[in-house]
Each structure stands twice: as C-alpha cells, then as structure tokens.
C-alpha cells in the first residue's frame, strides 16, 4: 500500500502562485508515475499533471505555461508549482500515484485551493 499526503493549499488572489506537495509513503517501490488532479465545484475530475520517475511530464491544456510539476524520487515526493493563477483554478487538489498499468492507483485525501479576491 501507499499513503499520499497532500500539502500546500490554500486562499490566494487572482495572478498570485501557490506550491503544492504530495509526499507518498508505504511501498513506493511500486510507484514510476505520480500526478495531480483537481475537482471544481460541479465538475468532475480532471488531470491537471503527471510526471513519471523518468522525468517525462503530461501537461492538460489548463496548465500548460503557468503550473510546474516536478519531482524528487529520493523523497517520494511530487510538487506543482501553480503560477498567474485564475478564479477558474479553484477546485480540490488531489495527488495520485500509480505505475504505467494503472496511473492513479492510489489517491491522496485533497487539498483545497481557492482564488479569490
């Protein structure tokens, strides 16, 4: 089993940036992929990044050039940069894990962003 625990959201105004973290524990071994997801309010949910332990990245069109997902393997974690944020952006975060079988094996609890002045 692998644990996520999310970290990093929080109340930002329009244009500001915020730095999200998912921290897997448990059997990392088994993880090569780890990504983020989000859920607005009445939307389902949707990719927002992934990036495998490799490097390679996926951006959705939402994200491409304003949000940053990197990773650092030695400690199982993931972050995403989010810059020029947008009240559109405001949703619940998830972090997930997987491997190239099943991208999103395991799910973190969420954590909420909200951009707003």
């Known amino acids: 089993q692998v644990q996520l625990v999310e970290s990093g959201g929080g109340l930002v105004q329009p244009g500001g940036s915020l730095r999200l973290s998912c921290a897997a524990s448990g059997s990392t071994y088994s993880i090569s992929v780890m990504g983020w997801y989000r859920r607005a309010p009445g939307k389902q949910r949707e990719l927002v990044a992934r990036?495998?332990?490799?490097?390679?990245?996926v951006y959705a069109d939402p994200a491409k050039g304003r949000f940053t997902i990197s990773g650092d393997n030695a400690k199982n974690t993931v972050y995403l940069q989010m810059n020029s944020l947008r009240p559109e952006d405001t949703a619940v975060y998830y972090c997930?894990?997987?491997?190239?079988?099943?991208?999103?094996?395991?799910w973190g609890q969420g954590t909420q962003v909200t951009v707003s002045s």
């Open positions: 990036i495998t332990r490799g490097g390679s990245v």
């Open positions: 997930s894990a997987g491997n190239r079988y099943d991208y999103n094996s395991y």
